[in-house]
């Protein structure tokens, strides 16, 4: 049986990573989405059971065509990971205008890739996840790539930690309603990994010791979709049936799951239920 899996983001980088460990256990087909061709076909040419499709992730009908290309070829989705990303310009939000109105932030692709292509992705993935063969559910799995900005503000990248943030609360608050289908989702929240993303601008702001390897990242992706129970760098320990609307951060070779904020009082906790079902 051959387990396939997508990948958006998966030309460089954290995408290209997990896709070359898939690859090398010889149980799964690998679909990685990017934009720039040449890096595309170069990455999948590297792997032995690897295609590359070009698509804009901003674009969902692009998305929904490779994704029904990739589901008719396969009859089946096992695993979608969506991890397409840019990085912000640390003096984008914060420059300075002397007079009138100023001119708007340049947030070309910023918002849309990362926030709104993760969106378009986890969508279609749930479609296609549904008309994959019924044995499949209870194993099917959707990984978002947040970030330790999705946890924690960073003053040098404001809009990118938004919509960072704004992944971690939508698989929180899709991924009890998903799991009634099959489909675990969790987010994977990183600190700082060297990849392609990481501009010497932003590693300037960040001394040598915490930067992170890929292969921290890929090990914890690998540990969800394994089906087994993980246990986390503090002994806590999450059964794979309620492994699910999850963010786990991701610290050097540590792992932390991260609870969401403890209720203030009773009606908190009330209007949480209800905004639950």
């Not at 601008?201 to 001394?207: D, I, K, R, V």
């Not at 786990?248 to 639950?276: A, C, N, R, W």
Request: overall charge negative; some cysteine; charged content about 20%.
């Amino acid at each position: 049986m051959v387990l396939v899996a997508l990948i958006t983001g998966g030309t460089s980088g954290m995408g290209l990573d997990i896709a070359q460990e898939l690859d090398k256990t010889g149980l799964w087909k690998i679909h990685i989405i990017g934009s720039n061709p040449n890096r595309g076909e170069e990455a999948a040419a590297t792997l032995k059971n690897t295609i590359f499709h070009q698509v804009d992730v901003t674009k969902y009908e692009q998305q929904g065509a490779a994704f029904d290309k990739i589901f008719n070829e396969e009859k089946r989705l096992d695993f979608v990971l969506a991890n397409a990303g840019i990085a912000e310009d640390t003096t984008m939000f914060f420059a300075g205008h002397e007079t009138g109105i100023p001119p708007p932030p340049d947030m070309t692709g910023l918002t849309d890739i990362n926030f709104t292509g993760a969106i378009y992705t986890s969508y279609l993935a749930m479609h296609y996840f549904r008309r994959s063969p019924e044995e499949t559910k209870g194993n099917r799995h959707l990984i978002i790539m947040s970030s330790i900005g999705g946890l924690y503000p960073c003053v040098h990248t404001p809009v990118y930690s938004a919509t960072k943030h704004g992944l971690v609360g939508f698989t929180r608050s899709m991924g009890k309603r998903l799991l009634n289908e099959g489909v675990k989702v969790n987010a994977v929240c990183p600190g700082v990994v060297l990849t392609p993303l990481m501009t010497p601008e932003l590693q300037a702001f960040f001394p040598e010791k915490i930067l992170m390897n890929m292969s921290d990242v890929t090990n914890v992706v690998l540990k969800l979709i394994s089906g087994n129970k993980v246990t986390d760098s503090t002994g806590t320990s999450v059964p794979s049936d309620q492994l699910h609307s999850r963010a786990i951060l991701v610290s050097g070779k540590k792992y932390h799951f991260v609870e969401m904020p403890e209720y203030f009082d009773e009606e908190t906790q009330l209007t949480h239920q209800h905004m639950m079902g």
